[in-house]
């Protein structure tokens, strides 16, 4: 069994790729599997190349370097690879973050129960709880019992979902982190993360487009990764100094249309995106205009985008800033 492990490259800081590599090493893999590393170099400050140079590899590395276009323009070129080779698995890892010893053995064990899209709960450095903790929808997931849900492991616990019900909660709220994921091969053979979701939501995307796709569904409260400290174009944007936190929310909500626009969802699930919509209009319209009152100037050609495919969007900039003006505290929270 052959596993291709994806990993984009950007970073600022010298060992942070070692570190990911020897968690891949680390892997408590069965007998008979082999892995095979794809390192995108997306032009990162420190060169992969230097982070390899010397380095005893027991795993295959394959080295692909390439013009900056963001973390889902990587993860792509690690895709085009992959689909000329002949791979069982795709896992997915960012270079910041590093797998527990038994990640990959985990989630090949359930996939090969005929699953095709794993991932399981993370933490990250400075979190004192994990992220399945601290997200409502994902409690809610794990208490649920209903047609829809497999139960396989009842204590850790491991659950499979049908499309119905994960679909809804991936809708809701952004449930799979990148690193955490492996999926069967043939569902990524076409499928390519969409780059145009440059700083937020190109991921969730991916990952909602397989579920459209049929891929069936097994997450794991398991923390098998720990994210650590990177450079990470997400939460590097949310410095409410900087004008990065009015692109995020203008990606978000540039997310959301495309999400509409492009996949056939429930009705229940175009309402919560109708919703989404709504809110991050009010958080792109108050952000922007908050930026131009203090002297900065956010991403022009960002804004041109939005109003393409939101045309009401800027005429109504000016009354959304008022609305939000006196709620801004508690809004934020939803941004």
């Known amino acids: 069994m052959n596993i291709a492990v994806i990993i984009p ?76 080779g002949a791979f069982h698995y795709v896992a997915f890892l960012d270079s910041d973050d590093i797998w527990a010893p038994s990640h990959l053995r985990d989630a090949l064990a359930l996939l090969e129960r005929g699953y095709d899209f794993h991932f399981c709960d993370h933490q990250r450095t400075d979190d004192d709880i994990t992220y399945f903790q601290r997200t409502a929808t994902l409690r809610r997931l794990r208490d649920e019992r209903h047609a829809g849900v497999t139960v396989i492991d009842a204590d850790v616990p491991i659950l499979a979902f049908d499309q119905k019900t994960i679909m809804a909660a991936s809708v809701e709220t952004y449930l799979s982190q990148t690193s955490t994921i492996v999926i069967r091969q043939r569902f990524v053979q076409d499928l390519r993360f969409d780059v145009t979701l440059r700083n937020a939501g190109e991921d969730q995307l991916y990952w909602l ?13 398991k923390m098998n990764v720990h994210c650590g400290r990177g450079v990470n174009v997400y939460f590097d944007a949310f410095d409410w100094t900087s004008t990065k936190v009015v692109d995020r929310t203008g990606y978000m909500l540039m997310f959301f249309h495309t999400l509409a626009r492009r996949l ?72």
């Open 209 to 221: 487009s397989l579920i459209a796709a049929g891929a069936r569904t097994v997450v794991s409260w």
């Open 9 to 84: 490259f950007y970073q600022r800081e010298r060992g942070i790729l070692s570190r990911a590599l020897d968690s891949v090493e680390g892997q408590d893999l069965p007998a008979g599997m082999s892995l095979t590393i794809f390192i995108v170099d997306d032009a990162s400050p420190v060169p992969a190349s230097v982070e390899l140079a010397g380095r005893d590899s027991r795993v295959e590395i394959r080295l692909i370097e390439q013009a900056n276009g963001g973390p889902g323009a990587a993860r792509n070129a690690g895709l085009d690879a992959v689909a000329k």
């Open 264 to 335: 056939s969802l429930s009705p229940s699930d175009r309402e919560t995106v109708s919703q989404r919509v709504t809110r991050y209009r009010r958080a792109y319209s108050y952000l922007f205009l908050r930026a131009l009152l203090q002297g900065r100037i956010p991403t022009l050609s960002l804004m041109w985008k939005l109003a393409a495919l939101d045309p009401g969007l800027i005429p109504a900039m000016p009354l959304r800033f008022l609305a939000v003006l006196p709620r801004r505290k508690a809004e934020s929270l939803d941004w």
